[in-house]
């Protein structure tokens, strides 16, 4: 039987603090106080840390009291200290070390080996599909040959959802209920112990509920691949590419990547890739692949949709004629304040029936982006609750976003818009022939891409000129507060 000690593992208590003391805003008491005030919001309740002579101590302070405080609150801690410091190398390598503490820290030794004991040898002949079915299809444990040991490491080391329940807890609540019925009270009970220490005994509770028979098979769900770019704020020429991806049927666990830096071909070239692993790895058995950028407002006109899947290529493959592609707002994901808004406007597009007249009040078509027109708009977003979509008179612009910045304030969780001046009829045909498609508009918007490569002139056709900005709240990866609020002021122009 393996032995997991926490010697197996590369972290340690002493690593982390070692490279939370090489980030430099947590090196100034007053910046670590606000990372704990924003701590302590994200939690909902108070962390109150002594302030101690030095910054190493204060660190182990502050680390010490998350643990004893909150099974999450080492994770949200480091968060916090990333919106201060967002795409820093030292703050990443933070993440990883709490990553890797987070599976020391989930049992004790003791209860790691009671539950191996109990799984003995051979718990399972489904041991990868329960695997699976707890941790999702991104769980990499892909044989019922593996271990009962490699199963609890693979385990371990994920993060709980958003409801708060550790994927191993679930995969134990799962074998108990194909197992005999000693082995089965056995493993509930030691769940039992878990869920109590970690505050999940009511989720728990409801997950056995479920189970009283076999588990549900892992359903096949679409994966998304979400990637957010931004300017390096150091080197203009520089852009940061951060990624997540979810393929998983049990709910919303995206999970994050390391950031990617590079020049704009680098970065492309980088997407190219990112696509060709989801196909021939984590999501190749998805049933669809859905690919969203998560952009500032400087980025939100890049032609994402056009970028190529196969890169030097005698024949291009644009990534948005085979893929539904998005772009969404780093902006907004940012700042909780419009946050509201555009969870109520996005229910009301959940309600609009696929197939039927979209109701006109559901549609917004801006004047333009002078100050006058900027104005009016945003009196009649706040006067028409029931616009969900709104189509933009002029593309975004980075130094004066205008119209997406009213959009994005004001809850519109759907734009579009023309990438570029000429063909603006022929756009606005095109967008009135699907009004009464939203609730499909991102595939109807994909089958334009493809009449637009059909074309004559396929780049001058409006299908490979069009974005689509499609904004989910319940789908968010990026933290509830901003590193940096976005100016409010509209400029004039």
Known sequence: MTSWTGSDYPSSLGFLIDCLEQIPSLRDPGSRRLCLELLSDHLGMPLVVEELPTTRANLIGIVQACRRRHPRALSAFVDAVEQMEPGSIPVQRARSAVEDMAALDLVTEYDRQELLHLLGENPSGRLAELVRAAAGPAAELTSADHRAADALATLERMNAPPDGVPPLLLFVEYLAATADDQRADDLRAWNDRQAARLGVTERIQAVRLAQATEPAEAAKVAAYLVVRIEPDLLDTGTLVVVHWRHNDPGGWRPRRSEPF????????????ELVAEAETGWAKDASAIRIEFLLPYALLNLPVDQWDLEAGSSLPRPLGLHYPVVVRSLDRARSPRWH?????????????????????????WSDGAKQRHLTALDAKLAAQKKVVSLVLRSAPDGANPGEVLVGVRSGVPVMIWHRVESARSAFEAEIKSLRDALPELVEHLRLLRSRARQAARPGSHVGSRVSLLWDDPDRPVEPQDPPAAPTEEVPAR
């Open 261 to 272: 830096t590079g020049d704009l071909d680098a970065v492309r070239a980088h997407v190219a």
């Open 340 to 364: 509201r808004e555009w969870r109520r406007r996005w229910d009301l597009l959940k309600q609009v029936p696929a197939g039927l007249t979209t109701p006109e009040e559901h549609w917004l």
